[in-house]
């Protein structure tokens, strides 16, 4: 069955990244359409991209994508009660940690993440792009290829993505949300606990589903067959019960 999938990449590299999952999504006969990150504390943008988003049929986001896809199913939903499928990948709904949410990036480690990008934004980059591709054997196989499809990006929307990681928290969006949920997260993610599928699951909303696979942050760049197969697998299921 044909789906309309919006996809929306993580922050720091650019839509090139996510370009092999694209394709192979295309290559199951879906229509895929890829967008960067974008500014969702700006009312204004949020309301042009969720006219875009409405178009479609399936909003899949990884890591700050999957925050930002959950944003938008939301808004859909109040504004025209519309229920897209949402699929989260290596996407934790609080980044930085906080009382309520406690399974996440602790705010020290964050703060001298944003310090370091602010004196040097190209090597912090870099160490980013070395923890996506941590915790798996392949690292450093993995880094080279991530240094070969990252794009360069303008620092005013690096900025504004380090400001959406530090202050987005979409659990209770995904508590409430009526429509499916899918989230899949990886055991091996250096930037992501594995154990936030356990949080997900609390969660008891009724058609919310968390699964693990194996593999890094970056799973959606290079466990491209695994993590296709995984969505497929997800809306075929979804399209059988409905």
Sequence with gaps: MQQRILLITGWGGGTKLLNPLEQALQQQGHQVELINIFNALDEQIVQQQVELAKQFDVIVGWSLGGQLAALLVDQIEQQYTQQKVLITLASNPRFVAHDSWQTAMDQLTFQQFQQSFEQDAIATLKKFGYMVCQGVKSTKADFITLQSLIQPQQIQLLKQGLNLLEKLNV???????????????????????????????????????????????????????????????????????T
Excluded: W
């Design 171 to 241: 659990a209770d969006i995904l508590k409430k949300y009526p429509g499916n949920q899918y989230h899949l997260l990886a055991q091996q993610d250096a930037l992501v606990s594995c154990k936030v599928t356990e949080n997900l699951q609390n969660f008891n909303a009724k058609f919310l589903e968390a699964d693990l696979m194996a593999g890094s942050h970056g799973f959606p760049i290079f466990n491209v067959e695994e993590t296709t197969d995984k969505i497929c697998q997800y809306l075929k299921k979804i399209k059988q019960t």
